[in-house]
T-cell receptor
Framework: KQEVTQIPAALSVPEGENLVLNCSFT??????LQWFRQDPGKGLTSLLL?????REQTSGRLNASLDKSSGRSTLYIAASQPGDSATYLC???????????????FGQGTILTVHP | ETGVTQTPRHLVMGMTNKKSLKCEQH?????MYWYKQSAKKPLELMFV???????ENNSVPSRFSPECPNSSHLFLHLHTLQPEDSALYLC?????????????FGSGTRLTVV
């Protein structure tokens, strides 16, 4: 069964810092990996989607990398702002031949607080 | 709005009530999902529908009853719930169950059972 772990569980930084959120998964048979943002009490907003054949994706100040063979992804946020404060969730979609085919498995998230 | 709309946004119900959650998407997606998000737990998959057919029931108690009348609409019927069922219920959709394009989530229904 696929397991997804996100480190750190919580992160507090001053405005302007560059930061890295980490995601690891136990089964490398993944179809793709998706990073989401969740504001308190709200739904999930998709930030970046990386296919298993890709190494990274970028959107504005966000850059996500994927090392499928080692079971790791990182989300890099440049020049953080107070508006970036939210919970960031990593999720992997299982591929054929793996333990979780067709299932989207989530980590527990990293709670990010950016101070003005 | 993400393209997946959930109503109501908030719901308070007693343990003997019957209520329904509604999810609607007009993204042309064929797969729809219900997830439960409780405090300090990862999202838990509850049900999967693909082309209106249920393809996954993740050992969900029968007090939760899903309905998918067409590919654009998904309901979750609730009856005789317990206080521990209080959570954020999220609906999602994707092009297919294994999709290149990722999942799109709604804003959720915050359910409180009293």
């Amino acid at each position: 069964k696929q397991e997804v772990t996100q480190i750190p569980a919580a992160l507090s930084v001053p405005e302007g810092e560059n930061l890295v959120l980490n995601c690891s998964f136990t089964d490398s048979a993944i179809y793709n990996l998706q990073w989401f943002r969740q504001d308190p009490g709200k739904g999930l907003t998709s930030l970046l989607l990386i296919q298993s054949s890709q190494r990274e994706q970028t959107s504005g100040r966000l850059n996500a990398s994927l090392d499928k063979s080692s079971g790791r992804s990182t989300l890099y946020i440049a020049a953080s702002q107070p508006g970036d404060s939210a919970t960031y969730l990593c999720a992997v979609l299982g591929d054929a031949g793996g333990t979780s085919y067709g299932k989207l498995t989530f980590g527990q998230g990293t709670i990010l607080t950016v101070h003005p | 709005e993400t393209g997946v709309t959930q109503t109501p946004r908030h719901l308070v119900m007693g343990m003997t009530n019957k209520k329904s959650l509604k999810c609607e998407q007009h993204l042309g997606h064929n797969a729809m999902y219900w997830y439960k998000q409780s405090a300090k737990k990862p999202l838990e998959l509850m049900f999967v529908y693909n082309f209106k057919e249920q393809t996954e029931n993740n050992s969900v108690p029968s007090r939760f009853s899903p309905e998918c009348p067409n590919s654009s609409h998904l309901f979750l019927h609730l009856h005789t719930l317990q206080p521990e069922d209080s959570a954020l219920y999220l609906c999602a959709s994707s092009q297919d169950e294994v999709s290149h394009h990722g999942y799109t989530f709604g804003s959720g229904t915050r359910l409180t059972v009293v």
